[in-house]
C-alpha cells in the first residue's frame, strides 16, 4: 500500500498494474468521492515535450468518449514531472489475464466478448477516434462479463512517437496485434482496428497467438505476408461461421476485410444463431484458392476451467459381502454374547455409582438433561431451562438466518447431563445485522450501487434529468447515517443529465428562420459551409447535422449548409478584342454582353476598348459585361465586297444590317452600293441596307 495524493485531489492507494507505458494505481477522487484508477506515464514519455502535447490532445479526445463498452476518462493532469490520467475503475481482469488463466474460451463467450468489443469500437469509429492498439491487455472484463476497451486516444499518442523508440515494452508488447498496413506504415482507417480485432478473436478461441516469431520485426513481416492459419484443425471445435468470420477480419487487404465493426457485430450474431452456415462470408475464397465445402458437425465446445474446481469426491469402497458368507453366523453367534457382557457390565457400573452417590434415592438429583432450545421463542426457552431446575441468562445478537427473538445458540450444548443449577446462556436474535449508510450522494451510479450490494443492500435506481453528469447520484433514501437492516433496499435518485431538446428541421428555410427555429430550442447553428447552386437561391439551407429529430444536450450545435447561389465566374479579359469575338469569349464563361458604342477613330472599328468590371474580377452566373467597343461614326465604303464581309465590317462599324435588295449593277455577287452611301455620318445603332449584284435566292 501507498499513500500519496495527485493535485490535491486523487489519493492513490495501490499498484494494479503496470506496463511499457504507465503504472496503474487504484485510489479515490475526494472531490467527487467516488473510486478511481489514476494511470501515471512512465519517465521516458514523460519527459519528451512532444509527446506530452500530442498525449495531452490525444486524451482530450478520447475523454469525449461516453460508451457501456469503453473505459470512461475522468481527467488528465500534471504534477511536477507526473503526467497522469484519472479514469473509470473497472472491477474485473483484462482480457489478455483470463485468456493467460484459462486458455482457450468457450465459443459462445468469445462470440459475446466480441460483439462486445465491436459496439465499443463501432462507437469510437463513429465519432472520428480510431484505437489502433486492440490487445487483450487493454480489454477489461468486469465480474458481470462486461467488456470495456480502454487506452482509446492514448494508443494513438504512444503509437505516433514510440515507432522510432527502442525502449523495451513500449511498442514491442503490441506487435502481435499490428495490422498489415500498420506495420507499413500506411494510412489506418477503421478495417486496421478490426484486423487487431480478428487477432483477439483467434486468440480467445484458439489460446495462442496466429504469429509469433523471435523478434517483433519477424513477427510484423507474418502479419503482411504469411498466410492466415487455419482454424480446421480436430482440436480447435470451432463452428465454420465463426471460422470463416476470423478469417475475413485477418485479411491482409484492408478492403477484403469487413468496413466497419457493425458489419462484424451482425455476423457474430448470425453465426451465434446458425454456427453451419459460413457461406455469405466466404465470398473471397475462391480468389485465394481455397474449395468451398459443406456445413460440418461441429462437436461441444471444449469446457471452460472453473475458477474453483470441485473438490474430488470420497472414495467408497463396498465389501464383498461373500466373503464372510461362510462365518456369518459363527460371528455373529460370538457378537451377540460379547455385547450382552458389555451391557450387563456398564449397568452394574451405573448402579454402584448411583447407589454410592444417592443420586435421584437421597435429597435430589444433582445433575439433570438438557435439551436444545435453538429456533425457539426466548419466552419459550426461558420456560423450559426453569421446568428442568437451570438458570438462565439471555445475550441479544443480530442474526441471517434466524427471526428475531428466537434462540439462535444455547451454552453449554444439550446434553443428558449438566449440573443442576447449571446457568445457560441463551444467545436471543434481535433480527438481521444493520449498516449505517454513507453518503453516496455525488457518487456515480456504479460505484453507489457496488457499495450497496458489498453492504448486502439492495439498490433501487429512479432516474431524473439533472444539470448533473449522467450517471451522478443526486439523492438517497434512507437519509446518509440511518442504520438499516441488510437485504432493505435504499432507493438512488440517479441523474440522467440534462434533458435532451430535439433538432427542429430546418431544411429549405432561409438562414435567418433557421437561426431563429435552432434558437427557440436552446441550440446553437454554426454554418459549416456555403455551397453554391445554380438552382437554389443564396442564404437557403441545403442540409443539417444531426438530422431533424436527433436528441441534443441543450447548448449543442447544429451545423448547416447554405446555398450561396449561382457558382462566381472569373471574367475574362476581352480589351483588345473585336466586338464579336469578345461577346463569343463572355457567353462561353456563362455571363452576358452589353455593348456601349464609342465614336473613336483612333483604333480599328469594332475594337472593344474597355470593359466593365475590369479584370480580375467575379460575377455570379448571367451576370452582364459591358463593353466599350470603337466605331468609326461614319458608314464605312464596303461597295465591292462580298455580302458577309461588308456585313461584318458594318456591325464593327456599330451599325445593324436592314434588307438586303438585289440589283443589276457591278461585279457579280458582291455589294453595288448602301444606303446611306458610304461615308454618310450616322449614329452607331442605325440601320444600313445592302444592294447587291445578283438574284435573290427566294425569287430565281
Known amino acids: ?57 490525444e486524451a482530450q479526445h478520447a475523454a469525449k468518449l461516453s460508451h457501456p463498452n469503453i473505459v ?138 496466429p504469429y509469433t516469431g523471435e523478434s517483433p520485426v519477424t513477427v510484423a513481416l507474418k502479419h503482411v505476408s504469411s498466410p492466415i492459419p487455419s482454424l480446421d484443425a480436430e482440436d480447435v471445435p470451432i463452428s465454420p461461421a465463426l471460422a470463416a468470420i476470423v478469417r475475413k477480419l485477418l485479411q491482409k487487404d484492408p478492403s477484403d476485410r469487413f468496413q466497419s465493426a457493425v458489419e462484424v457485430a451482425k455476423a457474430l450474431r448470425e453465426a451465434r444463431d446458425n454456427p453451419l452456415v459460413a457461406v455469405a462470408l466466404e465470398s473471397r475464397r475462391s480468389r485465394a484458392g481455397a474449395t468451398a465445402s459443406g456445413p460440418r458437425t461441429i462437436p461441444n465446445p471444449k469446457p471452460r476451467p472453473s475458477r474453483f474446481p470441485d473438490r474430488p469426491a470420497a472414495i467408497v469402497e463396498e ?47 444433582s445433575s439433570v438433561a438438557l435439551a436444545s432450545v435453538a429456533g425457539e421463542t426466548a419466552e419459550e426457552a426461558e420456560r423450559k431451562l426453569d421446568a428442568a431446575g437451570l438458570r438462565w441468562n439471555v445475550v441479544t445478537v443480530p442474526s441471517e438466518e434466524v427471526a428475531a427473538d428466537r434462540v439462535v445458540k444455547q451454552y453449554p450444548p444439550a446434553g443428558p447431563h449438566v449440573p443442576a443449577q447449571t446457568v445457560v446462556q441463551l444467545y436471543v436474535s434481535n433480527g438481521l445485522p444493520t449498516v449505517e449508510l454513507i453518503d453516496v450522494r455525488q457518487y456515480s451510479s456504479d460505484d453507489a450501487q457496488r457499495y450497496l450490494r458489498n453492504a448486502k443492500l439492495t439498490p433501487k435506481i429512479t432516474e431524473v ?21 441488510i437485504h432493505s433496499t435504499v432507493a438512488l435518485v440517479v441523474s440522467k443529465g440534462v434533458k435532451p431538446v430535439y433538432v427542429p428541421d430546418v431544411v429549405s428555410q432561409t438562414l435567418g428562420d433557421a437561426q431563429h427555429a435552432i434558437g427557440e430550442r436552446q441550440l446553437k447553428l454554426v454554418v459549416s459551409e456555403r455551397d453554391p447552386n445554380d438552382e437554389i437561391a443564396p442564404d437557403i439551407v441545403t442540409s443539417q447535422n444531426p438530422p431533424p429529430g436527433s436528441a441534443l444536450d441543450p ?71 459591358t463593353l466599350d467597343v470603337a466605331v468609326p461614326g461614319a458608314i464605312p465604303d464596303v461597295v465591292g465586297k462580298s455580302l458577309a464581309d461588308a456585313t461584318t465590317e458594318l456591325q464593327n462599324s456599330g451599325y445593324k444590317v436592314g434588307n438586303t435588295a438585289y440589283v443589276q449593277e457591278g461585279a457579280d455577287g458582291t455589294v453595288a452600293r448602301t444606303e446611306p452611301v458610304a461615308g454618310t455620318s450616322l449614329r452607331p445603332g442605325e440601320t444600313v441596307l445592302l444592294f447587291v449584284n445578283g438574284t435573290s435566292l427566294e425569287n430565281p
Do not use: W
Not at 473585336?578 to 483612333?602: F, I, K, M, P
Open 319 to 365: 465389501e464383498d459381502d461373500d466373503r464372510f458368507e461362510g462365518h456369518g453366523r459363527a460371528r455373529s453367534h460370538r457378537a451377540v454374547f460379547y455385547l450382552a457382557a458389555l451391557v450387563a457390565l456398564a449397568v452394574a457400573i451405573a448402579g454402584g455409582y448411583l447407589f454410592a452417590n444417592h443420586v435421584g434415592i437421597f435429597g435430589g438429583p
Open 465 to 485: 434529468f439533472d444539470k448533473s453528469p449522467r450517471g451522478t447520484v443526486l439523492a438517497e433514501r434512507p437519509a446518509p447515517g440511518t442504520a438499516v437492516p
Open 555 to 625: 447548448g449543442s450545435t447544429v451545423s448547416v449548409v447554405v446555398s450561396s447561389g449561382p457558382p462566381q465566374i472569373d471574367v475574362p479579359d476581352v480589351e483588345g478584342r473585336l466586338a464579336n469575338d469578345a461577346a463569343g469569349v463572355l457567353q462561353g464563361a456563362g455571363l452576358r454582353t452589353n455593348v456601349e458604342y464609342l465614336v473613336d477613330g483612333s483604333a480599328p472599328a469594332g475594337t472593344v476598348m474597355k470593359q466593365d468590371p475590369e479584370k480580375p474580377a467575379n460575377l455570379k452566373k448571367g451576370s452582364s459585361v
Open 72 to 209: 470512461n476518462i475522468y481527467d488528465v493532469g500534471r504534477e511536477g514531472e507526473n503526467y497522469f490520467i484519472v479514469m473509470e475503475l473497472v472491477d474485473g481482469a483484462t482480457l489478455g489475464e483470463m485468456i493467460e488463466k484459462d486458455g482457450a474460451l468457450p465459443e459462445p463467450v468469445a462470440i459475446d466478448f466480441a460483439a462486445q468489443i465491436c459496439s465499443g469500437l463501432a462507437y469510437a469509429h463513429r465519432q472520428g477516434l480510431l484505437h489502433r492498439d486492440v490487445k487483450p491487455a487493454n480489454i477489461l472484463i468486469t465480474k458481470d462479463d462486461v467488456v470495456k476497451l480502454s487506452d482509446f486516444g492514448i494508443a494513438r499518442a504512444v503509437t505516433t512517437q514510440t515507432m522510432t523508440m527502442t525502449a523495451p515494452g513500449l511498442v514491442m508488447g503490441s506487435v502481435y496485434y499490428l495490422s498489415p498496413e500498420q506495420a507499413q506504415g500506411h494510412e489506418l482507417r477503421e478495417t486496421s482496428d478490426l484486423y487487431s480485432l480478428g487477432v483477439v478473436l483467434y486468440q480467445m478461441l484458439t489460446g495462442k497467438l
Open 1 to 57: 500500500m501507498i499513500e500519496r495524493n495527485l493535485s490535491e485531489r486523487y489519493r492513490l492507494e495501490g499498484r494494479i498494474g503496470q506496463g511499457g507505458m504507465a503504472v496503474v494505481y487504484s485510489g479515490v477522487d475526494t472531490v467527487l468521492r467516488r473510486r478511481v484508477a489514476v494511470k501515471v506515464l512512465r519517465e521516458q514519455l514523460a519527459a519528451d515535450a512532444d509527446f506530452v502535447q500530442r498525449f495531452y490532445t
